[in-house]
């Protein structure tokens, strides 16, 4: 019994210890698997690392760099050292010992970029810029230049023991670079020792039921490559919100480093200078980047230049062009600023914006010329009313001087000269005023295409004729309110000033067509036109041209390049004035050898082209209440009257009518007011006379009045106004007119009210 118990007891204890001996060397073959196991681990998160790093280099070089890294001096010291700066950041944050580029180049390999690790030990380790490798390189160096997969490998040369990895890197144009990473084998080793640590604390963590160790180390390895892994992702993510950035923005925009080398350039940039990006990049910023003053052609510093001088934001807001690639120069303004990263005081390079400001330039001279033409429209209207005035005198003396000469006299015709040359003045005075913007005038519907045609017949005959005349009215609707005569004269000087351009024939062609403008567009208009539907003229010839320095001073009164004695200046100022009189605009464009464009808007109407009346002279009888503070022209106008057969009392100013009016109202049938008169001018007068007699019958006479005076007052009851100076035909029709209506009233409302009683 004993002797089996015993027997039992050895083989129980031999059959643990076979279990303790198995135990042991499963664990520890498992142990020695694992070991291996952690050391390979190591060794791929050791060349996960180095990828990592390696594809990283592209997203730092410039995406041409390779391209042009073709011999020893095509990339500058200066951008050499930028990228040297740029990798040994790189390489600080992951620990690499060296990042570097290389090319292969007829069987040879050069070096082309390279962080600045440490000193030379000696000449044969020191690294540079296109430096071949005397002793060649290694074998899986070689076997990336031929793949296009990343290889790895582990090798000894003059500058230590390594495990790298070589990346090939396709450039734009093809040719292939590859991109290095490398740590040095020490540190690989003491990694593996670092692992020969964790194994033996494994080995005691394992016994003693502590395991979890190595799950928290491989988990903190790999949380270490994917915060590597997160931060090559947000700089390709932030690049990649740039790239977009810059791409939306609609001006130009310019980076450079800190030397002044272009760095980056926008579409809108590229689009502005004519440099296009893999030309530019890398070139110094004054060779892409030349600006002059807009005023002095010379050259002024370049703002790129002042804010890595300075060190501070600069910009310009007008007088400066830059100088494109093709020598165009585009009027721009620009704003530069230093680019200084955090926790530095260094400039790190500048970003330039530049906007081209030609057409916002161009709008300004057209408003500032439009200002101009104003201004010197208020100075001739003042002119045009004084000379009017005495012309009136004149022509009204030589109308009244006719009933006093024999008809068959010498005296005749000294009186038809007389009325002949005031009515030229006259015409004159008339273009003077039409220039002016509030100049007054017969406003009535009538047909432009009719006005045009009429216009034709007449310079048809009085031109070269070897100038052949065409027309082209794709218009429907050609109905226009206004003054016909006005609108005849300025087609007129339009067609003789097209002819003298044309010395040795050619063509007058005028075209119409129907536009519809919006709000947006009259308000974009340096003329005072509302939105609707207008008739578009284009009166064209193919002429000399007019010369650029002269496009903006054309429609300035009295501005001619004729001899004197040719011409007045009043021709083109008259149709300016005319279009702005009749609410529409006015451009022009000339081309010197090809011929001249005067494009002209006018709002159409729906009202219907009445017939026009014949004039004669009317006579009548009643009282009129004439006021005028010009003496000659008052005594001139009150002669006339009285030769009609009106019996006329006389005011000097509008006090003076007012006062009369207030005591004879009742026996006045009419009153003639001068607009402008001192103490009280015209409209005050009319005004006060209304207010006594709501019905009271009123005609404005003036030199010049404007359009919103004379509406307020017709608003009012104002019958009728007369321009000045004014004939015995149109004075006799308009008074005899408003009298005989007036009494027709009073008595149609006379009968009503005996009817009523």
């Given at each position: 019994?004993?002797?089996?118990?015993?027997?039992?007891?050895?083989?129980?204890?031999?059959?643990?210890?076979?279990?303790?001996?198995?135990?042991?060397?499963?664990?520890?073959?498992?142990?020695?698997?694992?070991?291996?196991?952690?050391?390979?681990?190591?060794?791929?998160?050791?060349?996960?690392?180095?990828?990592?790093?390696?594809?990283?280099?592209?997203?730092?070089?410039?995406?041409?760099?390779?391209?042009?890294?073709?011999t020893p001096h095509s990339i500058s010291s200066a951008e050499y050292r930028s990228i040297e700066q740029k990798l040994n950041r790189l390489a600080l944050k992951s620990g690499a010992k060296y990042i570097w580029t290389d090319i292969l180049i007829n069987g040879r390999v050069f070096l082309t970029s390279c962080n600045s690790n440490a000193d030379p030990t000696t000449a044969d380790t020191e690294i540079y810029y296109f430096m071949p490798y005397k002793n060649g390189v290694s074998e899986p160096e070689m076997k990336a230049f031929k793949g296009s997969s990343p290889v790895y490998g582990t090798f000894r040369d003059a500058w230590g023991?390594?495990?790298?990895?070589?990346?090939?890197?396709?450039?734009?144009?093809?040719?292939?670079?590859?991109?290095?990473?490398?740590?040095?084998?020490?540190?690989?080793?003491?990694?593996?020792?670092?692992?020969?640590?964790?194994?033996?604390?494994?080995?005691?963590?394992?016994?003693?039921?502590?395991?979890?160790?190595?799950?928290?180390?491989?988990?903190?390895?790999?949380?270490?490559?994917?915060?590597?892994?997160?931060?090559?992702?947000?700089?390709?993510?932030?690049?990649?919100?740039?790239?977009?950035?810059?791409?939306?923005?609609?001006?130009?925009?310019?980076v450079t480093d800190s030397h002044g080398l272009v760095f980056k350039m926008n579409p809108a940039a590229q689009s502005l200078t004519g440099w296009k990006m893999p030309d530019a990049e890398g070139m110094p910023h004054d060779s892409v980047l030349k600006f002059v003053s807009t005023d002095n052609p010379a050259s002024i510093l370049n703002p790129v230049e002042e804010?890595?001088?300075?060190?501070?934001?600069?910009?310009?807001?007008?007088?400066?062009?830059?100088?494109?690639?093709?020598?165009?120069?585009?009027?721009?303004?620009?704003?530069?600023?230093?680019?200084?990263?955090?926790?530095?005081?260094?400039?790190?390079?500048?970003?330039?914006?530049?906007?081209?400001?030609?057409?916002?330039?161009?709008?300004?001279?057209?408003?500032?010329?439009?200002?101009?033409?104003?201004?010197?429209?208020?100075?001739?209207?003042?002119?045009?009313?004084?000379?009017?005035?005495?012309?009136?005198?004149?022509?009204?003396?030589?109308?009244?001087?006719?009933?006093?000469?024999?008809d068959d006299s010498e005296a005749q015709w000294i009186h038809k000269?007389?009325?002949?040359?005031?009515?030229?003045?006259?015409?004159?005075?008339?273009?003077?005023?039409?220039?002016?913007?509030?100049?007054?005038?017969?406003?009535?519907?009538?047909?432009?295409?009719?006005?045009?045609?009429?216009?034709?017949?007449?310079?048809?005959?009085?031109?070269d004729p070897r100038i052949k005349i065409e027309?082209?009215?794709?218009?429907?609707?050609?109905?226009?309110?206004?003054?016909?005569?006005?609108?005849?004269?300025?087609?007129?000087?339009?067609?003789?000033?097209?002819?003298?351009?044309?010395?040795?024939?050619?063509?007058?062609?005028?075209?119409?067509?129907?536009?519809?403008?919006?709000?947006?567009?009259?308000?974009?208009?340096?003329?005072?036109?509302?939105?609707?539907?207008?008739?578009?003229?284009?009166?064209?010839?193919?002429?000399?041209?007019?010369?650029?320095?002269?496009l903006t001073r054309i429609f300035e009164p009295f501005f001619t390049t004729k001899e004197q004695g040719h011409g007045t200046g009043l021709g083109l100022a008259s149709v300016y004035g005319a279009i702005k009189q009749h609410d529409g605009a006015i451009s022009v464009y000339s081309e010197i050898g090809k011929g001249t464009v005067f494009q002209m808007l006018l709002p159409l109407t729906g009202e219907q082209v009445s017939p026009a009346d014949m004039e004669e002279i009317k006579t009548g009888t009643g009282r009129i209440l004439l006021a005028d503070d010009d003496e000659i022209m008052r005594n001139t106008a009150s002669a006339i009257l009285e030769k009609l057969g009106y019996e006329v009392q006389m005011a000097e100013n509008g006090q003076e009518a007012l006062d009369i009016f207030t005591r004879d109202h009742e026996k006045i049938d009419l009153v003639i007011l001068d607009m402008t008169m001192p103490v009280m001018n015209g409209m005050d007068c009319f005004e006060q006379i209304r207010s006594i007699d709501p019905h009271a019958p009123v005609i404005m006479t003036s030199g010049f009045s404007s359009d919103e005076d004379l509406a307020l007052m017709k608003q009012m009851g104002l019958r009728a106004f007369i321009s000045k100076p004014f004939l015995t035909a149109a004075l006799s029709r308009t008074v005899h007119d408003i009298i005989h209506e007036n009494k027709r009233d009073m008595d149609t409302e006379r009968n009503s009210l005996n009817d009523i009683s």
């Open positions: 019994m004993m002797t089996q118990a015993l027997f039992r007891s050895k083989r129980h204890f031999s059959l643990l210890f076979i279990a303790v001996i198995f135990f042991i060397v499963l664990t520890l073959l498992f142990l020695f698997w694992f070991r291996g196991q952690v050391r390979d681990y190591i060794y791929r998160d050791i060349d996960r690392q180095l990828l990592t790093v390696a594809e990283s280099v592209p997203l730092i070089l410039p995406e041409n760099y390779h391209m042009r890294a073709r023991h390594f495990r790298a990895v070589f990346v090939p890197v396709k450039n734009p144009d093809g040719s292939v670079y590859l991109a290095c990473a490398e740590f040095t084998v020490d540190y690989v080793d003491a990694m593996i020792a670092k692992s020969n640590i964790l194994f033996m604390a494994g080995l005691a963590a394992f016994l003693l039921g502590i395991s979890p160790l190595c799950f928290f180390y491989i988990a903190g390895s790999r949380r270490h490559r994917r915060q590597l892994q997160s931060k090559n992702n947000q700089l390709i993510q932030s690049r990649n919100r740039m790239e977009t950035t810059l791409r939306s923005i609609g001006d130009g925009v310019i804010v890595i001088t300075s060190g501070r934001a600069v910009s310009t807001d007008r007088n400066i062009s830059l100088i494109t690639k093709d020598s165009r120069a585009i009027e721009v303004i620009t704003s530069a600023a230093p680019v200084i990263w955090e926790n530095s005081e260094s400039i790190s390079g500048v970003v330039l914006v530049i906007r081209d400001t030609t057409e916002r330039n161009k709008i300004e001279e057209r408003m500032n010329s439009a200002k101009k033409m104003e201004a010197i429209g208020v100075l001739a209207s003042g002119i045009a009313h004084d000379f009017n005035n005495m012309l009136g005198g004149i022509m009204g003396a030589a109308e009244l001087l006719k009933y006093h000469l024999p000269t007389i009325i002949s040359s005031a009515s030229r003045a006259a015409e004159l005075t008339r273009q003077m005023l039409t220039f002016s913007r509030d100049s007054t005038g017969v406003s009535a519907a009538f047909n432009i295409h009719d006005i045009i045609n009429e216009t034709l017949f007449l310079v048809k005959s009085s031109i027309t082209d009215f794709s218009a429907v609707h050609s109905n226009i309110l206004g003054d016909s005569s006005v609108m005849q004269n300025s087609f007129l000087n339009l067609c003789i000033n097209a002819s003298h351009a044309m010395p040795e024939g050619g063509t007058i062609r005028i075209s119409t067509r129907e536009i519809c403008i919006d709000q947006w567009a009259c308000e974009a208009s340096p003329f005072d036109i509302k939105a609707g539907c207008f008739i578009e003229i284009d009166v064209s010839d193919t002429g000399i041209g007019i010369p650029k320095e002269n």
